[in-house]
């Protein structure tokens, strides 16, 4: 998949866009549970998982 449609994803649906990069996961339940609790967080995280910045 390419890194452009994951960084979409993960503005838009972040816990998609760190399951497609990582699977199933300690950053994927991370992911969940930022964006449950706040979505701005959930989204610098997902975009700091896809592109590989953590």
Known sequence: ???GLKLV???LLPPLA???HEG???RFWVSILLTLLFFL???IYALLVVT???
């Open 41 to 43: 967080p959930g989204v």
């Open 24 to 26: 199933i996961g300690t």
């Open 1 to 3: 998949m390419s890194l």
């Open 9 to 11: 994803l993960a503005i």
């Open 52 to 54: 590989d910045s953590i």
């Open 18 to 20: 760190v399951y497609l």
